[in-house]
């Protein structure tokens, strides 16, 4: 073995210090498509399960939709299953040339090009458009990726305080001497379900002279009106530099990410971008299933408009049977628990009545703001949603949480 | 001048100064399937014609075989498109837990797990893996998705010379106090399509207690008598801590990747690596494909050796015809050609006889070292190969490559 002892030991304890810290991720394995309700395996070798699922990001229920089935079984046949290539070799067919324009269109941009995700587009691209003499001024709580994606580039990395338009100001001000500025945000953060001020966040983009870049990951599809995203929430469409967003959420959940923006910065990618010049083409499944969701969208706001009453619905319901949830109107609808214990044994507790729910608490959150994070989708019909609140409303009952407070939750439990 | 000015102007400089140094890369329209023959538009809005295609990693013909398109098509009736979630949330079904088993066997490992892309596979294994106290040793020539993963991560970064054991070793000797090194290489090299001497390299690891990493990326289903790569080619199936490879490649060609390896290191990747945990699971479309890809090479190497008889058969015969080829085995075969203006108007002339194939140049390749990279196919036929052959004899006759 040209692996030692000590590597294999260090590794295995390093495992149980995961373990007993109560932070190790489990996989329960679901034997049936992603819907509104799923069948599932856990723990490992129980029988399975059906349970209604609070926990996917298919807020517009396409990730089965017969629609989308039947277009990537037809791209199946008429574009075959993989490329084998990157794009630039023998790996763009007219579809993805189709895709990228429809999406063009659908967000109101110049051009775009596609990743093989969304990660993978929040890698690439501050590398390619930013370089020393630069500054990239990112929300302290943007995604991983981006972070990711902001170290692999040599720009100069400030951040300002989540959704705070002082600092970032502050920070604005700060940088005047770089060549360009780029401010960076997520349209909505994952883990609150709250939204970038985007309005403010222009204005100030336009008074200091600095680009304006947006992961509007949980937003495409189904923000705003049209569902365009938090630029159209915020009525700032035409005034957003760059967008990266993901196939892999709303827009039918398989996989896919782009950047989508202003046609330089696009075009430099195609030239530059280490993930688009050195990974797979999407494959054409993928891109012929997300055309038809887009068209899907395009065409009627009705699953969006279904989701935002879900969502009102839901947010209304858990609040008044006394639940301590982050406000706000998006389908990410966090409950707080501040307790990670709590969080886990709330699951747990939920699963045993059906619900599929995940607890989130350190380090995916901050200490002491233990959640369990509900995701309403246009796949749920009104009783699943008064399920999942009888449910929640039983178990918070047997925890004593219900009507309480912030500070009398964590007298109770700890943090 | 306000920023969009600026910027629309700097960037537009960009493009054009990589328009006039000859290094714009141009996309040409696929309007067919992935397979020997396809359909091209090219240049836009002309009129699609069908070329042979020598570009791409379509090793086993897997890409549109109808048994890997049936399973694809079952695994979006039985498990759906999407599944709108990473791993950890909601993203498991009880097929990736069976694809990651069939990758295990099939590698001769202990446990896999699944990326999105052996590009995030690359992205995610060293940082999760790997901290300051340790040291990386890298091969100069590995690809573009280890580099990032390297500069991902805290460890002290070492490159030895392309393929240069006594370098590797003499890293492997500077890096003694370290707590962990790991030798980190591709199996096949994609620009030359050589492959890493993976047997004196175990030793090496072996003799210096350190850490083996291969990506097995252009090897995967077809080095190795069964195909299982170039461990198996070099009998050190069972003296290689961790490999990644694609499915993106030989296995389908549609997407995915995985780091198949020791029990206790894909434990803690599950639990840390970052495109595992931030990023979407394998769409379950995908796995379906991938698990009857795996399950067709297992049952035959038929495929595997078609094409090395193919890639043999081309070998032999393009250097009869005079053209300069570097030794080897693999089906990526280098036409070195020297010149990046030569090469060029070969491969565009080529196109125009009906062979689509592409050439590289610097900066992917070093300068003067310009080549056409044909790739060999199970998917072609002795009569495709024949006809690329006799393209290449008129074209380089033209050009002056051979006599």
């Avoid at chain 1, 994952?190 to 937003?219: F, P, Q």
């Avoid at chain 1, 009545?353 to 994070?373: D, K, T």
């Avoid at chain 2, 498991?92 to 590698?107: A, P, W, Y």
Wanted: net charge negative; aromatic share 8%.
């Amino acid at each position: 073995m040209a692996y030692s002892e000590t590597a294999k030991t260090h590794y295995t304890n390093e495992l149980k210090g995961i373990r007993s810290g109560g932070l190790f991720k489990e996989e329960r394995f679901i034997e049936s498509p992603q819907a509104a309700r799923i069948k599932v395996e856990y723990p490992l070798g129980a029988a399975p399960k059906e349970v209604i699922n609070l926990c996917a990001n298919n807020y517009l229920g396409l990730s089965s939709h017969p629609d989308v089935l039947e277009a990537a079984r037809k791209g199946l046949e008429t574009r075959g299953y993989g490329m084998s290539s990157v794009r630039f070799i023998c790996g763009t067919q007219d579809i993805h040339h189709e895709l990228e324009n429809k999406l063009t269109e659908f967000l109101g941009t110049e051009d775009t090009i596609l990743f093989p995700s969304c990660m993978e587009a929040n890698a690439a691209i501050f590398e390619v458009l930013l370089d020393k003499d630069d500054a990239m001024i990112a929300d302290r709580l943007v995604h991983a990726s981006i972070v990711d994606g902001m170290r692999l580039s040599k720009a100069q990395l400030y951040n300002y305080k989540h959704s705070n338009m002082e600092h970032l100001e502050e920070k604005l001000q700060e940088t005047q001497g770089c060549r360009f500025r780029m401010i960076i945000t997520d349209g909505v953060f994952s883990m609150d379900g709250d939204i970038a001020k985007l309005d403010v966040i222009c204005d100030l983009a336009e008074k200091y002279n600095a680009m304006v870049m947006l992961d509007d990951s949980h937003a495409s599809g189904f923000m705003g009106k049209r569902g365009k995203g938090t630029h159209e929430h915020c009525g700032v469409m035409g005034r957003i530099d760059a967008i990266t967003t993901t196939l892999g959420k709303a827009l039918g959940g398989a996989a896919g990410g782009c950047l989508s923006g202003r046609k330089e910065l696009v075009e430099l990618c195609r030239q530059r971008a280490r993930p688009y010049l050195f990974s797979n083409t999407v494959p054409p499944v993928v891109v012929a299933a997300s055309i038809r969701v887009i068209d899907l969208i395009e065409k009627s706001t009705d699953r969006r408009d279904k989701l935002e009453e879900n969502t009102m619905f839901f947010r209304e319901q858990m609040t008044k049977a006394g639940f301590d949830i982050r406000e706000g109107v998006h389908p990410i609808v966090p409950v707080m628990l501040y307790n990670a214990k709590l969080a886990q044994d709330v699951a747990r507790d939920l699963y045993a009545e059906g619900i599929y729910v995940v607890g989130f608490f350190f380090p995916v959150v901050p200490q002491g703001q233990a959640r369990i994070r509900t995701q309403v989708s246009a796949d749920h019909e009104r009783e699943h949603l008064e399920k999942a609140v009888a449910a929640f409303t039983k178990v918070g009952k047997k925890y004593n949480i219900l009507g309480k407070k912030k500070d009398e939750i964590i007298a109770m439990y700890g943090v | 001048m306000a920023v969009h000015e600026r910027v629309k102007e700097f960037f537009r400089n960009e493009l054009v100064e990589l328009q006039n140094a000859d290094l714009f890369k141009e996309e040409r329209y696929v309007c067919s399937p992935q397979a020997a023959d396809i359909v091209v538009e090219y240049p836009p809005n002309a009129p699609p014609r069908r070329v042979i295609n020598f570009c791409a990693n379509n090793y086993l013909g897997l890409s549109t075989h109808p048994a890997v398109i049936e399973a694809a098509k079952k695994g979006l009736e039985e498990r759906g498109f999407g599944m709108s979630s990473v791993r950890f949330i909601c993203g498991t079904q009880d097929i990736h837990k069976e694809l990651e088993r069939k990758v295990s066997g099939f590698l001769g490992m202990d446990d896999t797990i699944l990326y999105s892309s052996c590009f995030d596979a690359n992205g995610g294994v060293f940082e999760a893996l790997l901290g300051e106290e340790d040291a990386l040793i890298s091969d100069e020539l590995n690809h573009a998705s280890i580099i990032d993963g390297i500069r991902l991560c805290k460890a002290e970064r070492h490159r030895y010379k392309h393929g240069d054991l006594h370098d590797l070793e003499h890293h492997l000797k500077q890096t003694q106090d370290k707590r962990f090194r790991m030798i980190v290489t591709d199996g096949a090299f994609s620009m030359d399509g050589v492959v890493a001497k993976l047997d004196e390299i175990c030793w090496l690891a072996e003799e210096y207690d350190a850490i083996l990493l291969v990506d097995d990326s252009h090897a995967t289903g077809f080095i190795g008598k069964t195909g299982r790569g170039t461990h198996e080619h070099f009998d050190v199936m069972d003296r290689v801590d961790l490999i990644t490879t694609t499915f993106g490649k030989a296995l389908g060609g549609a997407s995915g990747g995985c780091v198949s390896g020791k029990q206790f290191f894909i434990d803690i990747l599950r639990q840390r690596s970052r495109p595992y945990l931030f990023s979407n699971t394998l769409s379950p479309v995908v796995v379906a494909a991938t698990i009857k890809a795996i399950e067709l090479l297992e049952g035959s190497t038929h495929l595997r050796d078609k094409l090395e008889r193919n890639a043999l058969y081309f070998r032999q015969h393009i250097r009869d015809a005079g053209f300069e080829v570097k030794d080897g085995f693999h089906p990526i075969v280098p036409i070195m050609i020297h010149d990046a203006r030569i090469v060029q108007e070969m491969a565009r002339s080529l196109y125009d006889e009906g062979i689509y194939v592409i050439g590289f140049f610097y900066p992917v390749v070093p300068r003067g070292a310009a080549r056409i990279r044909v790739q060999l196919s199970a998917a072609h036929e002795i009569e495709h190969i024949d006809k690329a052959l006799a393209a290449f004899t008129k074209i380089g006759r033209k050009l002056g490559v051979v006599k």
